[in-house]
């Protein structure tokens, strides 16, 4: 079992950037990683992915060339570069771990609270 752990969520005023961590209790080397985020009265919606190696990255269309998504397999964390933020970006953001070729997401963490204020 492996638990996932989010962290750098906060308030920030719109136009302005924060990092989230999501540190996992194992080795996350061998799956994709997904950060999803899920605003008040909407459904959960896919942000980014990166694959096991770090060189293939996905975005959604809403925060493509404004947030990046990295990961540090020795240290067993995801990271996700959160810039030129817009209030429509205030959510609960969480991580996600998938093994190659599986159908749904192996490991879920609780999330982190991000708000923008304009």
């Known amino acids: 079992q492996v638990q996932l752990v989010e962290s750098g969520g906060g308030v920030v005023q719109a136009g302005g950037s924060l990092r989230l961590s999501c540190a996992a209790s194992?080795?996350?080397?061998?799956?994709?990683m997904d950060w999803f985020r899920q605003a008040p009265g909407k459904e959960r919606e896919f942000v980014a992915r990166?694959?096991?190696?770090?060189?293939?990255?996905s975005y959604a269309d809403s925060v493509k060339g404004r947030f990046t998504i990295s990961r540090d397999n020795t240290k067993n964390t995801v990271y996700l570069q959160m810039n030129s933020l817009k209030p429509e970006d205030t959510a609960v953001y969480s991580c996600?771990?998938?093994?190659?070729?599986?159908?749904?997401?192996?490991?879920w963490g609780q999330g982190t609270q991000v708000t923008v204020s304009s």
């Open positions: 194992g080795r996350i080397g061998a799956y994709f």
């Open positions: 996600a771990m998938q093994r190659l070729g599986a159908s749904s997401y192996d490991y």
């Open positions: 990166i694959n096991w190696s770090g060189d293939s990255t």
